[in-house]
């Protein structure tokens, strides 16, 4: 996987590379078990402090994306084991992000249904359905998601059962 980094982003390196490699681990790229390079050798290819790559190896270790094998370095972890406390705390603060996403979102206008719309493209982004072709003629993104996806319950976007005025005013 060729990594690249902007040393003119406003965005920290270690989170630059810390996305890339979230990034190929979602898209295939980077499969479970597979060694990641080394520190130093990564810190060089890109011409970088290797204490910026030792700070990407340890967020994506708290993350629960690696796993630290001494002096052998740092593997891609298997999602399929045991969950460590590191993945627990990094599903909650993905909460968190989408929350507060959502909430800028509304802050600007938007409803939740088309909130939802969004999130759901950007899942068939994520998830590659568009590219597979597994999205529908006017696309999946456009449908609101099933009730039961929501391990809160439904938003009361898509809850038609309490569609009070009151609800419908705060949408």
Request: glycine share 10%.
């Amino acid at each position: 996987m060729l990594m690249t980094i902007d040393g003119s982003s406003s965005e920290p390196l270690y989170v630059q590379i810390r996305d890339q490699i979230v990034a190929g681990i979602a898209t295939g790229a980077l499969e479970p078990g597979q060694s990641l390079p080394s520190v130093r050798a990564l810190a060089s290819d890109l011409g970088i402090n290797l204490h910026t790559v030792n700070k990407a190896y340890a967020v994506l270790r708290d993350e629960g994306y690696v796993a630290m094998r001494g002096r052998a370095g740092a593997v891609i972890a298997d999602p399929s084991t045991a969950a460590s406390p590191g993945t627990e705390a990094a599903q909650a603060k993905m909460g968190d992000e989408l929350f507060r996403l959502a909430l800028a979102f509304r802050a600007r206008g938007g409803t939740c249904a088309a909130f939802l719309e969004a999130a759901a493209a950007q899942a068939d982004r994520a998830y590659g359905a568009a590219a597979a072709g597994i999205a529908d003629g006017a696309g999946a993104a456009a449908e609101a998601p099933h009730p039961a996806a929501f391990a809160g319950g439904a938003p009361a976007c898509i809850d038609s059962a309490s569609d009070s005025p009151e609800r419908k005013a705060q949408r």
